[in-house]
């Protein structure tokens, strides 16, 4: 009986693959922000590493260079590079120590562990950070291949955090354009050395171009503290119109009824033989 069922099982199986349908595809190359030159800040003329597709502008209030960084789950015990040396956030892994120099508020300050619960995206890997309120910019993508009136869904993973550097409650968001559109995330609350935990982040834009630009600014407050907000998982998919499918993958009728017709001999093969016992 077996040996029956092996041939069922297969043709049910090679159905069940003709008929389910092809999941929409992101449109937001690099989302996840795997591909670059390793932790450290990016975008600017001292940019000590690289962001595969996305492109840093410039800064909001004249700073040199922007603020933005690739990072990864070390970002609170090792760190991450930048102009000014390593830089960390608070964490459970901060090293203890003393904060000192430019910048440090107050100084100096102790620096230690902090159980705050920080942790890499749900998306894992690396991700993306913006100080909001000092050399504060933008990082934008160009997508191409969109339907004039078709409605995209944005979604994507986001947090705050704080550099070792300061102490004080802060805030972090994001503000998000498509085209002409824009939204904003809602603002998370941080406490002194804390992380807010990852947030999910969903909303719905409608094209009215072929190409237009995704953009995200990092925001919150207050200057000095400094607010640093975190994104990863960028995802932006066509919810109007089916996804494409490769012909190739497209059943004939032919092929389908083949498989139906397969499935049907296999099932009178195995009452036959059960009726034989």
Not at 98 to 117: C, E, Q
Not at 196 to 222: D, H, K, Y
Request: proline share 8%.
């Amino acid at each position: 009986m077996k040996n029956v069922l092996l041939p069922i099982a297969a043709t049910a199986g090679l159905i069940a693959a003709l008929v389910v349908p092809a999941q929409a595809a992101n449109l937001v190359q690099n989302g996840s922000f795997e591909s670059n030159g390793g932790v450290g800040q990016v975008g600017g003329s001292s940019a000590v590493s690289t962001l595969s597709n996305w492109t840093v502008g410039s800064t909001t209030d004249s700073a040199p260079y922007p603020f933005t960084f690739v990072l990864d789950g070390s970002a609170d015990s090792t760190g991450f590079n930048s102009p000014f040396g390593t830089i960390r956030i608070w964490g459970p892994n901060t090293p203890t120590g003393i904060s000192s120099g430019p910048g440090s508020n107050p100084d100096p300050h102790s620096v230690g562990p902090v159980a705050n619960g920080f942790t890499t995206s749900p998306d894992g890997g690396y991700f993306f950070g913006a100080d909001a309120a000092y050399a504060n910019a933008s990082i934008s993508q160009t997508i191409n291949g969109l339907n004039i009136g078709d409605t995209y869904t944005l979604s994507f993973s986001y947090a705050g955090a704080q550099f070792t550097d300061a102490l004080g409650p802060n805030s972090e968001g994001w503000h998000v354009t498509f085209g002409g559109d824009s939204v904003d995330t809602s603002t998370l609350n941080n406490a002194s050395e804390g992380f807010t935990g990852w947030q999910s982040f969903s909303t719905t834009f409608t094209a009215s171009s072929g190409s237009q630009a995704l953009t995200f600014l990092a925001t919150g407050g207050p200057s000095g503290l400094p607010p640093f907000a975190l994104l990863d998982g960028v995802s932006l998919t066509d919810t109007t119109t089916p996804p494409p499918t490769n012909p190739s993958d497209t059943p004939e009728p032919g092929s389908m009824g083949l498989a139906i017709s397969g499935l049907l001999g296999a099932l009178g093969f195995a009452r036959r033989m059960k009726n034989r016992s």
